[in-house]
């Protein structure tokens, strides 16, 4: 990428030699993608681990000091069309809301659709079939 991106301040050095990172995952649902993105993680040159929390849609990135950097292990993603961020809790409850407001979306137009067919067969219920067309 063009731009310059420090995000060494989200990365944890650990005692054992190691660097972890924790990303959330943009708009990935599937397991199939959280496998996707494991794979290809552990082919990138200098990630020892790469696992994927399907619940809460975060990623922990391990690697050896120095083999890798953080906008590195990003971009790396990115070019292979998932995206990412690092894990902060304000920004993780933000979409969090984003995707309950879709999902609340979806529901309102599921109940609505499911409540003009029940109003299409009231007349079944109540014993008056007789005027029902086949197209109805």
């Given at each position: 990428?063009?731009?310059?991106?420090?995000?060494?301040?989200?990365?944890?050095?650990?005692?054992?030699?190691?660097?972890?990172?924790?990303?959330?995952?943009?708009?990935?649902?599937?397991?199939?993608?959280?496998?996707?993105?494991?794979?290809?993680?552990?082919?990138?040159?200098?990630?020892?681990?790469?696992?994927?929390?399907?619940?809460?849609?975060?990623?922990?990135?391990?690697?050896?000091?120095?083999?890798?950097?953080?906008?590195?292990v990003m971009d790396y993603l990115a070019s292979n069309g998932y995206r990412t961020q690092p894990f902060q809790a304000q920004s993780a409850e933000k979409i969090?809301?984003?995707?309950?407001?879709?999902?609340?979306?979806?529901?309102?137009?599921?109940?609505?659709?499911?409540?003009?067919?029940?109003?299409?067969?009231?007349?079944?219920?109540?014993?008056?079939?007789?005027?029902?067309?086949?197209?109805?």
């Amino acid at each position: 990428m063009a731009e310059f991106r420090d995000f060494s301040h989200f990365v944890r050095t650990q005692s054992d030699g190691f660097c972890a990172l924790d990303l959330i995952l943009e708009n990935v649902d599937c397991a199939a993608c959280f496998g996707d993105i494991e794979s290809k993680l552990l082919k990138f040159p200098g990630i020892e681990r790469a696992r994927v929390n399907i619940t809460y849609g975060r990623l922990a990135v391990t690697w050896r000091e120095g083999a890798a950097t953080a906008s590195g292990v990003m971009d790396y993603l990115a070019s292979n069309g998932y995206r990412t961020q690092p894990f902060q809790a304000q920004s993780a409850e933000k979409i969090e809301q984003e995707r309950a407001n879709v999902l609340l979306k979806c529901l309102a137009v599921a109940g609505f659709a499911a409540m003009n067919i029940m109003l299409l067969s009231v007349s079944v219920w109540s014993g008056n079939a007789t005027d029902i067309t086949p197209e109805t």
